[in-house]
């Protein structure tokens, strides 16, 4: 079966390339809608209809596949934390998250069977950033890396400098937790 990732995501690619998946990139044009509030349900809710929209466009091709749509948010103060909409607003982000811990929400979604059989999951970790400066936040917001992300930093990046610690799955943070996705496909198939 054909293995599609429903996500533009660079870190994304690389996670499942690193674990060994062979897959094609299809990258869902749907318009986000989200029903509640809390982060669980928004991340699973998100990444099922990123996943349904690509099978969507699969099933119009008649090729069967397996696809995965993923999302990630960060969780601060009773507050989502998606990708900021400008360099103002990654500071603000990065003022929120400086010197506290936060939680980091990746849902992920198969749809499979021609979209009849559709599985969702969430992973949370716990990240600790240490305090930075507004020195330190406006350099890191100059260097362009918070743009692409939830929460406007990236763990794996210039970033890790803040990091004091992590609680669960660091690749959940980078953006999807393989370990769970390759034992998740193995109960299912």
Request: aromatic share 8%.
């Amino acid at each position: 079966m054909k293995v599609i990732l429903a996500s533009a995501s660079p870190r994304r690619r690389e996670l499942l390339t690193q674990i060994g998946i062979d897959f094609e990139v299809q990258v869902s044009e749907v318009e986000e809608r989200i029903t509640t509030t809390v982060p669980c349900e928004v991340v699973q809710e998100l990444s099922r209809q990123k996943a349904e929209a690509v099978m969507t466009m699969r099933s119009e091709e008649g090729a069967r596949a397996l696809v995965i749509g993923a999302d990630t948010v960060v969780a601060c103060g009773g507050e989502i934390l998606g990708k900021p909409k400008d360099a103002e607003d990654a500071m603000r982000m990065l003022r929120m998250l400086s010197g506290r811990s936060h939680e980091v929400y990746t849902g992920v979604t198969f749809v499979y069977d021609e979209g009849r059989e559709i599985y969702s999951f969430y992973e949370c970790t716990k990240v600790y950033f240490a305090p930075m400066t507004e020195a330190e936040i406006a350099e890191y917001v100059a260097t362009g890396d918070p743009m692409d992300k939830a929460g406007a930093y990236g763990i794996q990046g210039f970033c890790a400098r803040y990091i004091t610690g992590i609680e669960g799955d660091y690749n959940n943070v980078v953006g999807l937790p393989v370990g769970r996705v390759y034992q998740e496909l193995k109960n299912i198939f």
